[in-house]
Every structure is written in C-alpha cells, then in structure tokens.
T-cell receptor
C-alpha cells in the first residue's frame, strides 16, 4: 500500500530558528503533495499544495516566505518553517496523492509536532 | 460558513451501543467524500470512502445525501477501540477539506 514517511516526528526549537520537515513517498511516485497544519481540537487546514518541479500553491493567508516548500523529486517534499515563533507551534502533516490511482483519499505522513520556545 | 462542519461531540456511549453523526459541506460541486479516523496526537487514517448509494464496512456504515449536502457515519456494536476522533473529508478537484472532527468515547 501507499506509505508516506514524515520526519522528524517531534521537534522543539528556539524562537527565530528555522525547521525543516521532510515528507517522502516510499513506494510510489507522488506528483502532488499537500501540507496541512492542525491546532488542538481544530480541523486540518491545508497550507499549500506542492507539485514536483514547480512552485507550490499556497492557500489564502499562508505566508509563502515563512513556509518554504520544495518538491524537488517525485518522492520528496520539504516544508521549512523559517524564523519560527511560538505561534507556529502546531502539528504539521503532509499527504501525498498517488498518480493514476482511483480516488481513495490521500495517504498521510505521521505528522510533525513542532514546539517553538 | 465553513466548508465542512461537524458536531464536535463528544459522544459518550457504552460498549455495544450504536452511535451516528453527520457532517455537512458547503460546496455542492464536491466530488468525493471520506471518513477518517484520528487518534490522539496521530495522523488521520482513512476509515472509508463514502459512495452515493451508501456503503458498509463491517460495523461502519456511511451515507451520502447530496441534496442536503451531508454525509453520515454510523458505528454499530461499538468497541472500546472505536474511541477516537472521526474526521469527515470532502474533495473538490484536488483539494481535500476536513471537518474539525467528532469525538467518540466508548466506555466499558
């Protein structure tokens, strides 16, 4: 089955530093990957859609210069939270779309819990 | 209006009970519908897709009502292990939008 690996699972960083989160599709090629953020007891909010080899498409209200997304290959997308602040503390989850499959929803990575202190 | 809305619950039910809850969506052009299960501090996992004619997977039954723009999930013979947050998800084009989840707690 489709497996998406996300690292790190948990990170604590100091305010002002940058954090990179990786999302890999292990057994399929993901032409499209999605990045979500989830605050406690809230729904997953789509931040951006990344397509291999092109610029990411950001949702309204998401700062593209703060949340840098790179999708350099068909199996890897990265999200970098730049100059992180405590309000960026959240659960970040990636998901991937498997090209050519029928629609069974998307496969999620295990998520990254970011705490900015 | 939110794209996808759910009753947050919690629904506290005894083992063996039946519990059901709905999810409404605002975009009438939505194409696909899903129920995900999310355990505390974990990623969502696909529980089942929801088809127009309704579908069943073991103790779980999902229904779609396009006219009223809602989907439902029914859990029969609840188990302790069914305790989780259930997220509905609605897809339009490539985007999957989620509700905030309905929390179900099954007690012994």
């Amino acid at each position: 089955g489709a497996v998406v690996s996300q690292h790190p699972s948990r990170v604590i960083c100091k305010s002002g530093t940058s954090v990179k989160i990786e999302c890999r599709s292990l057994d399929f090629q993901a032409t499209t990957m999605f990045w979500y953020r989830q605050f406690p007891k809230k729904s997953l909010m789509l931040m951006a859609t990344s397509n291999e080899g092109s610029k990411a498409t950001y949702e309204q209200g998401v700062e593209k210069d703060k949340f840098l997304i790179n999708h350099a290959s068909l199996t890897l997308s990265t999200l970098t939270v730049t100059s992180a602040h405590p309000e960026d503390s959240s659960f970040y989850i990636c998901s991937a779309s498997r090209e050519g499959t029928t629609d069974y929803g998307y496969t999620f990575g295990s998520g990254t819990r970011l705490t900015v202190v | 209006r939110k794209e996808v809305e759910q009753d947050p619950g919690p629904f506290n039910v005894p083992e063996g009970a039946t519990v059901a809850f709905n999810c409404t969506y605002s975009n009438s052009a939505s194409q696909s519908f899903f129920w995900y299960r999310q355990d505390c501090r974990k990623e969502p996992k696909l529980l089942m897709s929801v088809y127009s004619s309704g579908n069943e997977d073991g103790r779980f039954t999902a229904q779609l009502n396009r006219a009223s723009q809602y989907i439902s999930l029914l859990i029969r013979d609840s188990k302790l292990s069914d305790s989780a947050t259930y997220l509905c998800a609605v897809k339009y084009e490539y985007k999957l939008s989620f509700g905030a989840g309905t929390t179900v707690t099954v007690r012994a």
